[in-house]
């Protein structure tokens, strides 16, 4: 009974005393700040990084030490799959999944890497900066991750194999590739006829060097920095995809941040983005030379029997009918008729 009362009493006197401590000194309590995870993919010297980690010392500094972002890269998290189910659950705050990692769970994500429907960077930044970009961005929200204006670039991907060059869909004939975990790619490798097999990019060193997979597809600076030439050698120039990185956060973190702190937060993440954008565009100017110095040997098809392939598999037709008429005809305003 006394005991009862007493701890009734302490927890009476406690409260108002927390209350106080941040009614009266707001920035006391707020000066206790952020401290938040961000896990991706790639090695710490891909640009992903280079301009993550800028972005965190520049929040860290305008936040006044407020928002601390802590990065772990490369995979140490786990694979993308482990980081998506963290992301959502709070177990990390931010995660760049590229569009066919996060179409695992949004769907309509996968629509910018619809195959051969890109041209240059013009009609990329013009969708995914537009209206395309918005219209997965809110498909993003409604699972409750906050998806940042501005997408990361991954790249163009293109195509690598240890066995023979690809210069035609021909030689796609029964070629065991590596994709990443996504319906997307697999769908489309198998209209191409080739033998895809979905793993996470944190296996692919090891699946092309144990020869469990022949070939891959990734854009030159992942190439290069995940040292994949170590283990291919044949390099075609497909093109075959746009792929980009979502920056997200978990919704119930993002929503509690202080309106001033989003503010900061989403200022250096986004500008950040945009010069990232613009070290993919410089390297892809300087990777290939660096690649061929290293051994890969370059080749540079032609898209059309890749098309043709595609349309002659249905694989247009389809995918229109998944993501729907409305995202396929934004994917089209900015791209051309495609199917
Ligand atoms: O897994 C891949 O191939 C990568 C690194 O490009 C993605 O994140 C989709």
């Known amino acids: 009974m006394k005991l009862t009362r007493r701890s009734a009493l302490r927890r009476l006197c406690a409260a108002p005393a927390a209350f106080a401590l941040g009614g009266a000194f707001p920035l006391l309590a707020r000066a206790a700040g952020f401290t938040l995870k961000y896990g991706n993919n790639l090695p710490l010297t891909h640009p992903l990084n280079i301009r993550a980690q800028e972005a965190a010392d520049r929040i860290r500094k305008e936040s006044n030490g407020r928002v601390d972002i802590k990065i772990f890269p490369n995979n140490q998290l786990g694979g993308d799959t482990d980081m998506l189910a963290q992301v959502r659950s709070g177990g990390i705050d931010f995660f760049t999944p590229s569009a066919l990692v996060i179409a695992t769970l949004v769907p309509v994500a996968a629509i910018n890497a619809v195959g051969f429907a890109f041209k240059d960077y013009g009609q990329v930044w013009s969708a995914m900066d537009g209206p395309l970009g918005a219209y997965v961005r809110k498909a993003i929200a409604q699972r409750r991750l906050y998806a940042f204006e501005k997408m990361w670039d991954n790249g163009f991907r293109q195509t690598t194999s240890s066995k023979a060059p690809v210069k035609t869909a021909a030689d796609m004939d029964g070629l065991k590739i590596r994709v ?40 030159l600076p992942i190439i290069q920095v995940a040292k994949l030439y170590e283990v291919q050698k044949y390099c075609s120039l497909t093109n075959h995809i746009w792929d980009g990185y979502w920056f997200i956060a978990n919704g119930r973190m993002w929503e509690g941040l202080p309106e001033d702190l989003k503010t900061v937060v989403a200022r250096g993440i986004n500008e950040a983005g945009l010069a990232q954008r613009d070290d993919i565009r410089q390297l892809n100017a300087s990777v290939q030379s660096d690649l061929e110095s290293k051994g890969l040997v370059f080749n540079k098809p032609e898209a059309d029997s890749f098309r043709q392939q595609l349309r002659k598999a249905g694989f247009y037709s389809e995918w229109r009918d998944r993501f729907g008429a409305e995202a396929w005809g934004l994917l089209e305003q900015s791209v051309g008729k495609l199917a």
């Open 180 to 219: 990443p975990v996504s319906p997307l790619p697999i769908s489309m490798f198998k209209g191409l006829g080739a033998a895809p097999a979905s793993l996470q990019f944190s296996e692919v060193y090891s699946s092309l060097q144990t020869r469990v997979v022949d070939a891959q597809e990734n854009p």
